[in-house]
């Protein structure tokens, strides 16, 4: 049988999915370009304790853009087995965040030293989080509850957790290698969390490669009673999921924590939510579930994230910002419904016929 | 109905085909899966748009448009589906006028009372205020009959009404088709039941593959005439497959591949017994609906098994799931391809890799390469048309959609293979080629078991039937046994 | 032997609507019982329950309308934002703009309808998943009530404020005070719209073709379609509904707290969606009862009385405990459709 040589056609491009968000990106570039150049701006300065230090939007744009990467990796595949999203990723990024102040300063939210090594704290983290995402989990596979309403339950109760680890305190980790994380290591003037950012790609590239993963989270989520029949578990591949979306919460926890060495229960992580879906949403991904292309869905984060850093920089107050981001959900889930798309074919092909009788008439 | 035509995405769903009711008449609508009955009710119903035709009615000038259920039931055609259309979370008396009632607030003690009265004149065993859910189905699917009946209809349309039914509900349906058929209502009766069929109906119109076979008054056809229309010519093609059959290709073990004890399910199959052996072919016949795929699921560990030993040559297996039954040499290509077996989405390639690679292992993933070479393989010998192995399966036609499937599980190779109506919807072409495939797969060892609602086919590859009734197994037929007539009166039974 | 016969076939031919409305209210008759026992004095004091309607009259509202959404099978979160948003918009309009209270009546309204129609429009004509059509209802609600006005404030206009401070006495109830007065029991003016509410949407479930399309819908969308209902336009007047009906809650709101802030209703829309669960809505659709859901109102509000009177006061517990109740009500939920498959 011979295989069909993929003409390369103009068309080809825009069916790939990655055309979404590199299309999006390049809007909000040129858009940048048009209003004030300086965006583009990187500059070499250095920050309070004399390290070297890169400067710039588009630096702001890998810098915060990597933490949404990460959590897009888990919702992702959450979304594709489950066909839902989680929404509680917040909440446990507070939740996270607040075990390793936790293990870092013990009782005494004040502690000079740390009351344990970071990579200890780190993977407690990890447990917790993957434990809540074991829990969103079961309530959407065992209990068949639909994944939003399901992580309704942790985003109403995550914060309180959050603060309870604490005794509604605010630790502050006072050992300056805690900022590495979140900041600078001194010397290298990119900031950490995009290598963090770089290493879970990475993780995640090998995991796809190297495993069934990908297949097995797909079938599932196209079409459940098939992939059973097939051998699969599909209660363990949607738990698996969840588990996997919350180490990457964990990571996330880390990242931000860091950022400030400390916690505010209400403010971290907030609407991070929001955000996480628009990138799967923008790396062209069904929010239905199927299938997926995760290095989309990672560049979707970046470019969310470019969103965001350009409306700050029109002084966008924060509170307003969903607003924003609202407006491009719906552009997307609208023009991504497939009621729409029907239409839209129905009029190209009628502007075409149209078209075909005018130069036959 | 006249010249009527539907079209879906690859397939003609019908062409051409006439079809005439009267006043006061009980007419079948027969023809095998396939044949075009429920597009042609849905037609008539208003669930689908015709794309050719036309369709008349009597004391209606000229065509008539129906172009939504609510057109249809304006114009006095009625259907009660074989699937309940009610809503289960409503009460009865709810269920009996909704979408219906004039106006916009509801009576409540008018409904009920309406509805008990309709209930009652009926001989129907529910309450007006019940929940429809907490009735059994049977009550349920009188309840869309009365529904129906009540709306005063001119044609009453019954899709499969008695497949749920017991013999005194299916006797109470009959009393009411004649009580309607006294009163002028033209009854549009579509069943599998050929008993049934006799017992009520004026007249017959067969279908098959679309088009239109004819109409018949019941006394002008006997069953066997029946039965040769519904299946057509093409018993003689096949012929020469015909004398392979005669000697079964099953190697007399002592120990059968699978044998199976007392199984039975949470589907309500009773338990049965079972075996197979080594290269043979065997197959589960019976009505639609008698547990013929639900005893090859519970084999398989599709539904959950409630009771029973499965066996695995000689050796007992737990079989909980059907990873348990892969594991063990056996595999299955389900009845309705669409809902259970194809990933739509994804490729061809990954469709027939799915099942062999759940056996590797999660850690094991194919390499690239060997997925296109495996997958070129099972193209090229099952003759696969797809435009390439990367291509979705769902833009395939039927028929290869099926052909994928088999080759997912040919991939895994068997010791143990259960064929669920492998040949629905598919082409002549493709049908002989699967017979053929079969009977070549049992004579290199493999055991088969072969389900289809065409008895033919089952006859010419199939070297034991079991029969079943109501999810009952109430024969096992080998040898000369295996001819037409023997399998309609086991499937029929006793003194009918 | 024969009474505990009866009382099994009576639970099991109920209908699952009339089944979860039993638990709601037992639930929450116990609940207060155990506050009036366990809790003492203040819970004994009518003065309370009254406080316990003046705190959620707008919740009830919002509640009202979550449900027949969930009923319909849909879901609706941005009644919260919503509020925030007419909250914001009419306090300027009545303080900035020197707009009369009727014209705050009326762009609550509006924006509670443009809300409905374009939400509906899209869940129901355009077939998107109402979760992600309401999240970003939600989000835009919130930004635009900073971008309204960016801080907080309380609203002078006296007219308002007399209004907002009128208090609806109840005959006949009462307490005696420290000085042996005798005080009656009130409550606030929105109490009363709730109330109304209430009862029209009772009376529209249960005795309208529209209301009851609402629960075939839910039920089965594809029996509701084959028995001739609409169920496009069944789904959009739901959601029509409920969002007209959060700005009627937002109003209400607004009266009862007298000013504009990005932060009020916040988490209003879990509230809302945890009331209606607690008080027998199911998220499947199909089942659900406007009195089990002003029940469910209640039962909220009083747990959270007793957990913050058991000493547990911190803001942070109400997240818990809502929390826990929505995972019981959840599971009880699980178990009675469960008893449907037998």
């Not at chain 2, 259920?69 to 074989?82: E, F, K, R």
């Not at chain 2, 000697?247 to 199976?260: F, Q, W, Y």
């Not at chain 3, 869940?123 to 960016?150: D, K, W």
């Amino acid at each position: 049988m011979e295989r069909v040589k993929q003409r390369f056609v103009i068309s080809n491009i825009f069916r790939n999915q990655l055309f979404i968000p590199i299309a999006a990106l390049l809007i909000i570039f040129i858009f940048n370009l048009i209003a004030d150049p300086t965006f583009f701006k990187i500059t070499l300065g250095y920050n309070n304790a004399g390290n070297p230090l890169l400067n710039g939007y588009l630096i702001t744009i890998l810098d915060y853009g990597s933490e949404l990467a990460i959590l897009a990796i888990g919702m992702t595949l959450v979304t594709a087995a489950s066909g839902g999203q989680d929404i509680s990723v917040g909440a446990a990024i507070a939740i996270a965040g607040s075990v390793i102040l936790r293990v870092l300063c013990g009782s005494n939210s004040r502690s000079e030293e740390l009351q344990a090594p970071i990579i200890v704290a780190f993977l407690i983290a990890c447990v917790v989080a993957a434990l809540f995402g074991a829990f969103n989990g079961v309530l959407v596979a065992v209990f068949k509850i639909q994944p939003m309403v399901a992580t309704l339950i942790l985003y109403t109760a995550g914060r309180s957790i959050a603060a309870w680890i604490n005794n509604n305190e605010l630790p502050i980790v006072n050992d300056v290698r805690f900022t590495y994380f979140g900041g600078l290591i001194p010397g290298i003037p990119i900031p950490v969390p995009f290598f963090i950012a770089a290493i879970c790609v990475a993780i995640i590239f090998l995991i796809l490669k190297f495993t069934t993963l990908g297949l097995y989270t797909q079938a599932v989520g196209i079409n459940e009673r098939a992939a059973k029949l097939n051998g699969l578990n599909p209660v363990v591949i949607k738990i698996l999921t969840f588990v996997i979306l919350g180490l990457c919460v964990a990571v996330c926890g880390l990242i931000k924590t860091s950022r400030l060495s400390t916690i505010n229960y209400s403010v971290i992580a907030k609407d991070i939510e929001m955000d996480a879906i628009l990138a799967v949403a923008l790396g062209g991904n069904a929010l239905g579930g199927g299938k997926f292309n995760m290095w989309a869905s990672i560049l979707g984060a970046y470019v969310i994230q470019a969103l965001t850093t350009t409306l700050y920089k029109f002084n966008v107050k924060s509170n307003a910002l969903p607003a924003y981001k609202a407006v491009v959900v719906i552009i997307l889930v609208v023009a991504s419904a497939p009621i729409v798309r029907e239409k839209a074919q129905e009029i190209v092909k009628k502007i075409k016929s149209g078209k075909m009788e005018k130069e036959v008439a | 109905m006249k010249g009527i035509d539907k079209v879906f995405p690859g397939v003609r769903a019908l062409q051409n085909v006439d079809f005439r009711l009267c006043e006061g008449e009980i007419h079948a609508l027969m023809g095998e899966n396939g044949a075009g009955k429920s597009t042609l009710i849905k037609v008539l119903t208003g669930v689908y748009v015709k794309d050719g035709g036309q369709i008349f009615l009597k004391d209606h000038e000229g065509e008539v448009h129906i172009k939504s259920p609510q057109d249809a039931q304006n114009l006095g055609i009625s259907t009660v589906y074989q699937e309940i259309t009610l809503c289960p979370n409503l009460s009865v008396a709810e269920n009996m006028f909704i979408g219906r009632t004039k106006g916009a607030t509801l009576n409540w003690s008018q409904m009920n009372k309406a509805t008990s009265e309709i209930l009652q004149s009926l001989d129907i065993p529910a309450t007006a205020t019940m929940q429809l859910s907490n009735c059994s189905i049977a009550v349920q699917q009188m309840i869309a009959i009365a529904r129906a009946v009540d709306m005063e209809c001119k044609v009453l349309i019954l899709d499969e009404p008695t497949s749920s039914l017991d013999d005194n509900e299916v006797a109470k349906l009959f009393k009411l088709m004649r009580d309607l058929k006294a009163k002028g209502v033209g009854i549009i009766f579509v069943t599998h039941f050929l008993d049934q069929v006799y017992e009520v109906c004026d007249k017959i119109t067969v279908l098959r593959d679309g088009q239109l076979v004819g109409e018949y008054e019941i006394e002008n056809l006997p069953r066997l005439e029946l039965v040769s229309k519904m299946l057509g010519k093409e018993m003689d093609d096949l012929s020469e497959i015909k004398e392979n059959s005669g000697e079964s290709t099953a190697v007399k073990d002592e120990v059968p591949v699978v044998e199976v004890e007392g199984l039975h399910s949470n589907t309500g199959i009773k338990p049965f017994d079972f075996y197979i052996n080594k290269g043979e072919v065997n197959g589960f016949t019976g009505l639609l609906g008698s547990g013929r795929s639900e005893c090859v699921r519970a084999i398989f560990g599709a539904d959950r098994v409630v009771g029973g030993t499965v066996k695995v040559n000689g050796k007992e297996v737990k079989i909980k799931a059907p990873i348990d039954a892969m594991k063990n040499g056996i595999g299955y290509l389900p009845e309705d391809r669409k809902v259970d077996g194809i990933i739509g989405d994804l490729s061809v390639r990954e469709n027939i890799l799915l099942a062999a690679q759940v056996l590797k292992g999660f850690f094991k993933p194919y390499k690239r390469s060997e997925q296109y070479k495996l997958a070129q393989e099972y193209i090229r010998m099952l003759s696969i048309k797809t435009a390439s192995e990367d291509t979705p399966i769902r833009s395939l036609s039927g028929g290869n959609q099926q052909k994928v499937i088999l080759a997912r599980w040919l991939l895994t190779h068997p010791e143990y293979l259960i064929l669920d109506e492998p040949t629905r919807g598919i082409d002549i072409g493709t049908k002989v080629d699967i017979q053929k495939l079969v009977l070549k797969l049992a004579s290199e060892g493999m055991s088969v078991t072969f389900i289809s609602s065409e008895t033919d086919e089952m006859l010419r590859t199939c070297s034991r039937l079991i029969v079943m009734r109501d999810l009952n197994k109430v024969g096992e037929l080998s040898g000369d046994d295996l001819n037409q007539t023997k399998i309609m009166s086991t499937i029929a039974g006793g003194d009918k | 032997m024969e009474q505990k016969k009866s009382l099994k076939t009576i639970l099991k031919n109920m209908s699952d609507t009339n089944l979860l409305l039993v638990i709601t209210i037992v639930v929450f008759v116990l609940m207060y019982a155990f506050a009036m026992l366990f809790l003492g004095k203040g819970f004994l004091k009518p003065q309370t329950f009254c406080n316990i309607l003046n705190e959620n009259a707008a919740l009830i509202i919002l509640s009202c309308g979550m449900s027949l959404v969930m009923i319909t099978g849909g879901i609706d979160i941005s009644v919260g934002g919503v509020t925030a948003l007419v909250c914001m918009s009419c306090a300027v309009f009545i303080d900035y703009k020197g707009g009369s209270i009727i014209g705050s009546v009326g762009i609550a309204l509006l924006i509670g309808l443009l809300y409905g129609l374009f939400q509906g429009y899209l869940v129901a004509y355009l077939e998107i998943q109402p979760f992600i059509v309401s999240l970003a209802g939600m989000f835009f609600a919130r930004g635009m009530t900073t971008i309204v006005n960016t801080e907080p404030f309380n609203v002078a206009n006296e007219a308002f404020v007399a209004l907002k401070d009128t208090r609806v006495s109840i005959p006949g109830v009462g307490s005696v005070n420290k000085n042996g007065d005798f005080i009656n029991a009130y409550v606030e003016i929105g109490v009363v719209v709730a109330l109304i509410i209430v009862i029209l949407m009772f009376v529209f479930l249960r005795w309208t073709q529209i209301g009851r399309n609402f629960y075939a819908v839910g039920g089965n969308k594809q029996s509701a379609l084959m028995l001739g209902i609409n169920v496009k336009r069944t789904k959009f007047i739901a959601h029509l509904i409920c969002s007209v009906l959060a700005g009627i809650g937002g109003y209400v709101y607004f009266l009862h707290v007298g000013s504009g802030s990005a932060s009020h209703a916040s988490g209003a829309e879990m509230n809302a969606i945890a009331s209606s669960i607690i008080g027998g809505t199911m998220l499947t659709g199909g089942v659900g009862n406007i009195i089990g859901t002003f029940f469910g109102v209640l039962s909220l509000s009083t747990i959270k009385n007793i957990v913050a009177s058991a000493g547990f006061d911190q803001a942070w517990w109400t997240g818990i405990t809502v929390a826990v109740m929505l995972c019981i009500f959840l599971v009880i939920q699980s178990v009675v459709l469960a008893r449907k498959s037998k």
